[in-house]
């Protein structure tokens, strides 16, 4: 214990400062002379001509790596179907939108880092968490008692969080002497302090009365602050994390203490709230930077001789001459006339007898200045184009074509024409990702759930995705860093290319739209491999950038899609459907076998047509018959009876006639009821002949419906003992 006390004590601290102090300080000059160049600051006024050629190149490069505000890009880490998961990265990438566009911070720390980068070699940015606290007291609560008003307490609540970025200035950023960035174990930054900005950083009620006791003695400009004599004094703070130790230190360098001391305030991941600095030329021997400027500033230097040489080259390109006094007027040649305008001259005849003006008037000759400035413009050139060499502006394609080469060789020249560029902008591209990354951690674990769903714009979400959001914000604040990737794409920070971006659509949308046409094709004939089709749909539509915005509607398509397979898959395992020249030949045998059925139902029918018309024919025979020897046995009967009648004639006519009337009608009665009997009879018959129609209509009907649904109907596999298909039923 003693041991780590005494390593990371302040003294220590102290030691590490000045060490680093003397192996940057060569470096700190030279970027203090490179930003004099870069602004034009002349120490005396001079009548020398510069080209300013780092002027135009710092504003070149900077335009060609960062040029807008970067697009954060969060998902998965694991492109596999989480819906959890991609509403959470949803939420965090939308609120590291809304941290980086709401206030100006992130696009000011971002454009001063690049130009330290190209002026320096060295940008540094850093990130802290604020939230801001109020409080609030307890009159507003319901039922309160009187003992508890004399007690009453203000309550501290978190109003707002955010996670603001700070420009740090290249002279007020240090860290460890090494070699490499990972062996650096301590940064901190150095922080120049006003009496207030002290009182609220260091309050009484915690430090006593540290914060009147610090000295304002230091400036950011200590040449500033002796020249105004002390006015703008501050007091210099470093904030110093120490990596190993894990701790956070606030060290007054006028006291030569330390006055505060923390552990791990933000718990990130790499500790360090700032990422690795935006660096120009290092070496694995040291991190000190080379700035640009160093590497041409020989050709650099040359420019300006030149540009002074073509000054002075221009202010004697004039014309230059004598002419002869006793011709006054040659002195009005050319300070006067215009156009077609001509000058007189007395006594023409004795000028032109001295040969005019070829006598009269002697030009100095401006030829060689003329081919001495050509071949300064030329030698300008040639120093510029190696000056683009060194620093990779001449990899730039300024729009020049030529006609006779095709698309593809321009396009390829383009691509390898960019080749060092592209290693700008992924630095740069690198840098923002690094702080983006450290301001996810912080909303992650610090900031409420609450202020994760308001600057994450919850409420825009689907119906389905929000009753996800516990979940999701459950996973955010468990290792959140393991689960996500974080990164800004280089081409989000450059200036967008409509054209592009159309084509890249237009690309997108028939790559997909081809595709999907297949595995519909696929699905139809094997719906197994619906799961691995929507996989890699899935899989080729994030390898488009303009295709990330629909995953998660591909993600909720595949879910839905596996789940009708796994209820299919429950099911029974339906049969084949058969091929057309399946089903014509099926239906053709159907065919035969219905007509050979239709025909043998119409034999039935007429052969048994023919047995009731014949059981008929001979019940009519038999009832004929019967009826005859009815009628004889009545006729008999009757004679008898009229031979009575003629025997008893003598019987009163009374008798004779209620006799004769009974007598007649036995017979009458019996008839009647013979022919009703007979009636009855035919009556049946025919009605039963009617059913019998009905009946055979109705099964010639059911036959057909029964023919049409064996047509209409799923074909069974019949399979033999060993499990082959052997046929259709």
Known sequence: MAETQKKYDTQNYLNMMTMYDREFKRWEGRSEKIIKRYRDDRTQTTSQSHYNILWANVQTLKAATFSRMPKPDVSRRFKDNDPVAR?????????????????????????????????????????RYEPIIDTQSSEGMESISEDDLESETEEEYIKTESTPVDYVHWKDFGHEVARQWDEVTCVWRKVY??????????????????????????????????????VGKRA??????????????????SLGKTLDEVDDPLELEDFWPCP??????????????VPDYTLYQDQANELDVLADRIKGLIDALKVRGVYDASTPELARLFTEGDNNSLIPIKNFSAFAEKSGLRGSIDIVDITPIANALNNAYQAMGQVKQQIYDITGISDIIRGASNANETATAQQIKGQYATLRLKVFQDDVAMFASEILKIKAQIICQHFQPETILKIGGAENLSDTDKQMIPQALELIKNNATRTFRIEVATDSMLYADEQQEKADRIEFMTATSGFVEKAVQAAQVAPQLVPLMMDLLKFGVTGFRVGRTLEGEFDNLADQMKQKQAKKDATPPQPPQPTPEMIKAQAEQQKAQMDAQMKQMEMQAEAQREAQRLEYDKWKTEMDNQTKVLIAEMSSKTDLHLKSLDINAAKDQETLTEVSTGGIEQPTSALSGLVDSIN????????????????????QQMSHQNLVQQLTKPKQVIRDQNGKISGVA
């Open 276 to 289: 690795r600095p935006l660096y120009a030329t290092i070496t694995n021997e040291s991190l000190v930077p």
């Open 87 to 127: 509403v959470a990265s949803l939420l965090i990438e939308r609120a590291l939108d809304f941290e980086i566009t709401h206030s100006n911070d992130f696009h000011s720390t971002l454009t001063a880092a690049v130009y330290d980068r190209f002026l320096g070699g060295r940008g540094v940015a850093w990130v």
């Open 236 to 253: 210099l703070i470093v904030e110093l994390w120490d990596k190993e130790a894990k701790k956070v230190c606030w060290i007054s360098m």
């Open 680 to 699: 009855q009879n035919m009556g049946m018959m025919v009605a039963t002949q009617q059913q019998h129609n009905q009946d055979l209509m109705m099964q």
């Open 193 to 230: 302090m006003t009496r207030g900005m002290l009182r609220d950083r260091f309050p009484e009620e915690k430090f006593g009365d540290l914060a009147d006791r610090i000295p304002l003695d230091s400036s950011p400009d200590d040449q500033k602050m002796k020249q105004t004599e002390g």
